[in-house]
């Protein structure tokens, strides 16, 4: 909280600079002192009470427009000082807020065109917008609302409904886009493949890895998500130390094969794939009271306590349903099927 208060301190100062408020702030004080030096001189004869303090309290009040009353002007000169000051005053301050007021407004037009600096950390970067980032914004949402997401596209304008949804203009494959994103603090960042060279699958892919490089170069502990579309490229993705391939073509095939073959496959599929209705996947570390239990043992205890189906445990390798005598270890992975998130 206090690191994005000052950012926005910081980003005020550095639009009030441009502005050129400081100056008409400076402008301002300056009358101020003078007008009040001189109202001093002026009223000081005929109302010997009258102080140097109380100058310059008159001064701040009749800037201000606020005019208490407590001191006014009697004389011909202090009249026309009061004027002055009132006119310096309107004019200063309508100015100051019509600044003020210019820079929230521009930067809220900069953030739409996705042409602001982002501070944030431990957020999700999604480089390429169409239907699929769409849906992945969307699942992403409902998953963790609270999760900080960043789209990078060259659209020239992004909107969006949900919170903590954020905009990047630029092309990803330069290096000052990714750090407009913050990508070195990023957690995750998913490269989704370009639509505009769908007719040319090696182009795309070229283009993703590209990207990939670009990222791991800014950020090498990020994880990495890509799309492929070719699978012939899933190598050149690889040196570019991408954690996560996905075949979008060979995937959808292969759900497609599974659902000819198996009628309720697909349902299945649907369901766990999507955080709107049903079941979904989820993963977790285990407890420190599930260390030394069997997979059976550890089965039947979610089962039972907390209505989810194991399927099965990660280390540096997923294992999918393992051996039913295998034991949990400290640093296990539990993949689990449930309608709520343990």
């Not at 010997?48 to 303090?53: E, I, K, M, N, R």
């Amino acid at each position: 909280m206090v690191t994005v208060l000052l950012n926005a301190i910081k980003v005020l100062h550095i639009s009030m600079e441009k502005s050129k408020v400081y100056k008409l702030l400076g402008i301002g004080l300056i009358s101020l002192l003078v007008c009040s030096l001189v109202y001093y001189y002026v009223e000081g004869p005929v109302n010997p009470d009258l102080t140097l303090a109380d100058s310059f309290w008159w001064g701040f009040v009749t800037t201000t427009t606020v005019g208490y009353g407590d001191y006014f002007p009697v004389t011909v000169g202090g009249r026309i000082i009061a004027t002055l000051l009132m006119l310096i005053g309107i004019s200063t301050f309508g100015f100051l807020t019509a600044a003020v007021a210019s820079i929230f407004v521009e930067n809220k037009l900069k953030e739409g065109m996705g042409l602001v600096d982002l501070k944030y950390k431990n957020h999700i970067v999604i480089i390429g917008w169409n239907q699929k980032s769409e849906t992945m914004l969307n699942e992403l949402t409902v998953d963790n609302p609270d999760r900080k997401v960043v789209i990078i596209s060259e659209i020239e304008r992004l909107t969006f409904e949900t919170k903590n949804t954020y905009f990047v203009h630029g092309d990803p494959t330069v290096d000052d886009t990714l750090i407009r994103a913050n990508i070195g603090e990023a957690d995750i960042a998913m490269i989704v493949a370009d639509d505009k060279l769908k007719d040319n699958n090696g182009m795309a892919d070229a283009r993703s890895v590209l990207i990939c490089l670009a990222i791991d170069q800014l950020n090498p502990n990020i994880h990495i998500i890509a799309e492929v579309l070719t699978e012939e490229n899933i190598p050149h993705f690889e040196r570019a130390n991408v954690n996560d391939i996905i075949v979008s073509n060979q995937m959808s095939s292969r759900v497609m094969v599974r659902s000819a073959v198996y009628k309720n496959v697909s349902l299945v599929l649907k369901e766990l794939l999507t955080n709107t209705y049903g079941n979904e996947i989820y993963e977790c570390t285990v407890k420190s009271d599930d260390i030394g239990l069997t997979f059976t043992e550890l089965s039947n205890k979610y089962i039972v306590n907390h209505h989810a189906v194991i399927l099965g445990l990660a280390d540096k390798k997923v294992h999918l349903n393992p051996d039913k005598n295998r034991k949990i270890q400290k640093d296990d992975v539990m993949i689990y099927i449930s309608d709520t998130k343990l």
